[in-house]
């Protein structure tokens, strides 16, 4: 457990830089909740402890000496200031991070588009893009504003088991290989390192084939309309997209 040294007046750059490691793990406070933690291996890292909603939290500012007491300081004071606004500094943080990587195209919208785009390109046809756009759609409602890197599989799960809840089985495995291939587009293009959507190949219901007489009406699954739009040339791109998601997998 972490130990907390209080000293008798606030830190300075001497007393910091001397501060030495241990076997432990350990905490020398400054003022006002913001505290300095000296690590086994011997890095020292800034900390500002405060509490929200009757919940106590941790803001991590950054390490010693590349953010200097001063500019801890500061950090410290401005998490004071959103708190008193009643703005938590860690979710604030969050939200300057995913605006930075917004503005770097990082986010799954922006990728989920450049993966359109190279639909487009490559000549595919109306009824596959037609797919794609609504596949992006459904995924952008949950997690188009967020970093890639930040999307996790129970995530992406809980999306397809929205379209599962409708009884459109076929739609959230179709779903969940069209994020796969933004996730692989993402792998290959550097902006993610796996595609989390393989973890979910077993965890969906399989749609039943349902055998109908010839000239029977149509069928009332929703998901109907995307098997008739999907003729031809679309189901070509969908059975390419099923058999690279295979060979990712298992490559």
Same mark, same amino acid.
């Given at each position: 457990?972490?130990?907390?040294r209080?000293?008798t007046?606030?830190?300075?750059?001497?007393r910091?830089?001397?501060?030495?490691?241990?076997?432990?793990?350990?905490?020398?406070?400054?003022? *006002?909740?913001l505290?300095?933690?000296?690590?086994?291996?011997?890095?020292k890292?800034?900390r500002f402890?405060?509490?929200?909603d009757?919940?106590e939290?941790?803001?991590v500012? /950054?390490?010693y000496?590349?953010?200097?007491l001063?500019?801890?300081?500061?950090?410290?004071?401005m998490?004071?200031a959103q708190?008193?606004d009643g703005?938590d500094?860690? *979710?604030a943080?969050?939200e300057?991070?995913?605006?930075?990587?917004?503005?770097?195209?990082?986010?799954?919208?922006k990728?989920?588009?450049?993966?359109l785009?190279k639909q487009?390109? *490559?000549?595919?046809s109306?009824?596959?893009?037609?797919?794609t756009e609504y !596949?992006l759609?459904?995924?952008?409602?949950?997690?188009?504003r967020k970093?890639?890197?930040?999307?996790?599989?129970?995530?992406?799960?809980?999306?397809?088991r929205?379209?599962?809840a409708k /009884?459109?089985y076929?739609?959230a !495995?179709?779903?969940?290989?069209r994020?796969?291939?933004v996730?692989?587009?993402?792998?290959?293009s550097g902006?993610?390192?796996?595609?989390?959507?393989?973890?979910?190949?077993d965890a969906l219901i399989?749609?039943?084939?349902?055998?109908?007489?010839?000239?029977?009406g149509p069928?009332?699954?929703?998901d109907?309309?995307?098997?008739g739009? /999907?003729a /031809?040339?679309g189901?070509?791109e969908?059975?390419?997209e099923?058999?690279g998601?295979?060979?990712?997998?298992?490559g």
């Open positions: 457990m972490e130990k907390l209080t000293p007046m606030p830190l300075s750059d001497i910091i830089r001397n501060l030495k490691s241990t076997d432990k793990p350990y905490k020398v406070s400054d003022f *006002e909740g505290f300095i933690l000296v690590k086994v291996s011997g890095s890292s800034w402890k405060y509490r929200i009757g919940k939290k941790l803001f500012i /950054g390490d000496p590349a953010v200097s001063a500019k801890a300081r500061q950090a410290r004071d998490a004071k708190l008193a703005i500094p860690n *979710e943080k969050q300057d991070k995913r605006i930075r990587l917004e503005a770097k195209g990082r986010i799954f919208a990728i989920g588009e450049a993966f785009a487009r390109e *490559e000549g595919k109306a009824a596959t893009l037609s797919k !596949h759609k459904l995924a952008n409602q949950d997690f188009g970093p890639i890197t930040e999307i996790t599989a129970p995530m992406i799960l809980k999306t397809l929205k379209v599962e /009884g459109n076929e739609t !495995h179709r779903l969940r290989a994020i796969g291939s996730f692989r587009y993402a792998v290959a902006l993610a390192q796996n595609d989390p959507t393989y973890a979910l190949r399989r749609p039943s084939r349902v055998h109908r007489a010839k000239g029977a069928s009332n699954d929703r109907r309309r995307f098997r739009a /999907g /031809g040339a189901d070509d969908d059975r390419v099923a058999i998601d295979t060979c990712a997998t298992t």
